[in-house]
């Protein structure tokens, strides 16, 4: 059974900086693409990032870029999601998905992922 277990989520400051995880178990293939995705409230889902199985190829939107850094150890079977100079608007519930290819680069396009895990909120405020 594929499972995909986010933590890391809380409560931050404007500026301050949390790292997300996002441990992958029921994996018969190593060729897995994993994205992050996040949704606020009265919004639509939004791709954050998303990362190659290699780790060679990333995405970010524009919204992240510079801030936001996406990593895999794939040793551990956990993606990471560094996000620095947190705004206030990037409050939102943090999911990370998966869609098993042998591709090399991934996409931020949520009907790709057919594996999601359950989700974990990030609050940036004062």
């Known amino acids: 059974q594929l499972q995909l277990v986010e933590s890391g989520g809380g409560l931050v400051q404007p500026g301050g900086s949390l790292r997300l995880s996002c441990a992958a178990s029921?994996?018969?293939?190593?060729?897995?693409?994993v994205g992050w995705f996040r949704q606020a409230p009265g919004k639509e889902r939004e791709g954050v990032s998303c990362?190659?199985?290699?780790?060679?190829?990333?995405n970010y939107a524009d919204s992240v870029k510079g801030r936001f850094t996406i990593s895999r150890d794939n040793a551990k079977n956990t993606v990471y999601l560094q996000m620095n100079s947190l705004k206030p608007e990037d409050t939102a519930t943090y999911f990370c998905?998966?869609?098993?290819?042998?591709?090399?680069?991934?996409?931020?396009?949520?009907?790709?992922?057919?594996?999601w895990g359950q989700g974990t909120q990030v609050t940036v405020s004062s």
């Open positions: 998905a998966a869609y098993i290819t042998a591709d090399y680069y991934c996409t931020s396009r949520p009907d790709e992922y057919d594996t």
């Open positions: 029921g994996f018969t293939s190593p060729y897995y693409v």
């Open positions: 990362i190659s199985s290699s780790g060679r190829t990333t």
